[in-house]
C-alpha cells in the first residue's frame, strides 16, 4: 500500500513538472523593452510579424520574437503595429551584454 501511494505520488509530482504550451509561453529568452532600456546595448537586426484572426496581435508578436530568439537577441523593442485585416508588427532586435 505504501509503495502505491509512493508511486500515485511521484506521478502527481511528475505531471505538476510538466508544461504545457500556455505555461511555455511566459518563459522567453528574449525580453520586451522600451529604447531607453537598451542604449547600452547593440541593435543588430529587424524583425517583423503577421497574424490574422482573434489572437492576431499575439501570433504577429510571436513570430518576431522567435525570429529574435534564433539570432541570439536578448532584447525586442516594439517600432510599429498595425491592427487591420492582418495585423503586422515591426521590431528591432537588441543584444545586451548584461
Not at 511566459?26 to 525580453?31: G, Q, S, T
Not at 499575439?58 to 517600432?79: C, F, P, S
Amino acid at each position: 500500500m505504501l509503495k502505491f501511494i509512493m508511486v500515485l505520488l511521484a506521478c502527481n509530482f511528475l505531471i505538476g513538472c510538466a508544461n504545457s504550451d500556455e505555461q511555455q509561453q511566459f518563459y522567453r529568452r528574449i525580453n520586451e523593452a522600451y529604447d531607453f532600456e537598451v542604449t547600452h546595448c547593440d541593435s543588430f537586426a529587424m524583425a517583423r510579424g503577421k497574424g490574422k484572426g482573434e489572437f492576431a496581435l499575439r501570433d504577429a508578436k510571436m513570430q518576431a520574437m522567435n525570429y529574435g530568439e534564433e539570432i541570439g537577441g536578448t532584447h525586442i523593442v516594439w517600432l510599429q503595429i498595425d491592427e487591420g485585416e492582418e495585423t503586422k508588427v515591426v521590431a528591432v532586435i537588441y543584444k545586451c551584454l548584461q
